[in-house]
């Protein structure tokens, strides 16, 4: 297998793990924190609303792929 | 599905197809693709300042995604990137005080919307103009190794060397972007003029700053989408806080946009790695004329989108 090919069959499994850990961290935040997001959104205090809303979307943006770069490591070395 | 944020109803896939396609828009030419995700949520009824709030919220995301991408890749100049942010900043403070005055003076969306018509057809009809020429000057000289496939040409470099020429101090060096010595005030200069645009217009603006990073500070196509994008995460953070305590993100369909605009990212991102810069910018182009032609269109039938 020539080594570009093999550098996209890396990213496509990379990216459909991804894909999968992204939407369950979706449904996770739907499921246990949407009737507390609302309900922080309309209280006065904003400032704590902000400061979720942010971590939520940084964390969807760092964690998921760390842990998916992570995962896939593990993997690699259980298959090897 | 209801969101109880903002009170709109739409199909999650409705919203992960855009999160999607804004996504690899946003990771293969380093733009926030607000002027496309404003648009998606109004049409779904989305009050406008939620629209604009909650698409900065998904931008930053996005934006982290991809940037992350772009870092491994070699494509993220930090120091050019930091200081950028500040005058982003600086200027998206200056362009919403604008619109103040304007909303003031009651004329406001006129004149939002033809400074953005010129400033979207502008851009286009600049870069379409230089990269047929830098294309042009190309063909029939060998393609770059490996190892210059980032090396850059535009036929605006000698303007651009003109550019950074001005010595103002202090003066820095960007090894990473392989510029020499260029004035700080520059680099602030021109991310302060996107951010004023970004202020005045919405959005991230990064289909002004790519560019401008590209024919007045003189760096990579590459370079240039990378840095924009970790640019963007500062300044769009910054706004996104703004917003939310303004109340106006509907964190809930920012996450689902994300979850499509999460995976387009990297797929952008990774594009990017089989195009040299000139081609980048090519592909480029369409994308302020599709701005301008949604204002244009909200100017005639009177939707404001």
Do not use: C
């Given at each position: 297998m020539s080594e570009k090919s093999h550098l996209l069959k890396s990213f496509l499994i990379e990216t459909a793990v991804y894909a999968?850990?992204?939407?369950?961290?979706?449904?996770?935040?739907?499921?246990?924190?949407?009737?507390?997001l609302a309900s922080l959104f309309d209280r006065?205090?904003?400032?704590?609303?902000?400061?979720?809303?942010?971590?939520?979307?940084?964390a969807q943006g760092v964690v998921l792929e760390v842990t998916t770069t992570a995962l896939l490591r593990f993997i690699r070395r259980r298959t090897e | 599905m209801d969101f109880p944020i903002s009170h709109i109803h739409a199909h999650p896939l409705y919203l992960i197809v855009i999160g999607f396609i804004i996504g690899v828009l946003g990771g293969f030419f380093g733009v926030g693709g607000s002027f496309l995700a404003g648009p998606a949520?109004?049409?779904?009824?989305?009050?406008?300042?939620?629209?604009v709030g909650t698409d900065l919220a998904?931008?930053?995301?996005?934006?982290?995604?991809?940037?992350?991408?772009?870092?491994?890749?070699?494509?993220?100049?930090?120091?050019?990137?930091?200081?950028?942010?500040?005058?982003?900043?600086?200027?998206?403070?200056?362009?919403?005080?604008?619109?103040?005055?304007?909303?003031?003076?009651?004329?406001?969306?006129?004149?939002?919307?033809?400074?953005s018509i010129v400033v979207y057809l502008s851009i286009s009809g600049f870069m379409g103009w230089d990269t047929i020429r830098t294309l042009r000057a190309s063909r029939g000289r060998p393609a770059p190794k490996d190892a210059d496939e980032k090396a850059d040409e535009t036929s605006f470099s000698h303007v651009t060397a003109r550019i950074q020429r001005f010595r103002l101090r202090p003066m820095i060096s960007l090894p990473t972007s392989g510029v020499a010595s260029i004035s700080v005030w520059l680099i602030v200069a021109v991310s302060f003029v996107g951010g004023v645009f970004s202020g005045f217009l919405g959005g991230g603006a990064g289909y002004i700053?790519?560019?401008?990073?590209?024919?007045?500070?003189?760096?990579?196509?590459?370079?240039?989408?990378?840095?924009?994008?970790?640019?963007?995460?500062i300044s769009a953070g910054y706004s996104t806080f703004s917003h939310a305590m303004k109340?106006?993100?509907?964190?809930?369909?920012?996450?689902?946009?994300?979850?499509?605009?999460?995976?387009?990212?990297?797929?952008?991102?990774?594009?990017?790695?089989?195009?040299?810069?000139?081609?980048?910018?090519?592909?480029?182009?369409?994308?302020?004329?599709?701005g301008a032609a949604i204002v244009i269109y909200t100017l005639i039938s009177g939707h404001k989108l």
């Open positions: 999968v850990l992204v939407a369950a961290y979706f449904f996770l935040v739907l499921h246990f924190m949407s009737g507390w006065s205090n904003k400032g704590v609303y902000a400061t979720v809303a942010l971590l939520l979307m940084i | 949520l109004r049409l779904i009824g989305m009050p406008w300042n939620f629209a998904h931008i930053v995301g996005k934006s982290i995604v991809a940037a992350r991408k772009h870092r491994a890749l070699g494509n993220i100049d930090v120091k050019l990137g930091a200081i950028m942010a500040l005058g982003t900043i600086a200027g998206a403070e200056t362009g919403a005080q604008a619109i103040q005055a304007l909303k003031r003076h009651g004329n406001l969306n006129i004149v939002v919307s033809i400074v700053r790519m560019p401008s990073m590209v024919y007045l500070l003189g760096i990579p196509t590459h370079l240039a989408v990378g840095t924009d994008l970790f640019e963007i995460i109340g106006n993100v509907d964190i809930l369909v920012a996450l689902v946009m994300h979850t499509g605009a999460a995976v387009g990212a990297q797929i952008g991102a990774i594009l990017t790695q089989y195009f040299r810069g000139p081609k980048i910018r090519l592909a480029f182009v369409p994308l302020p004329l599709l």
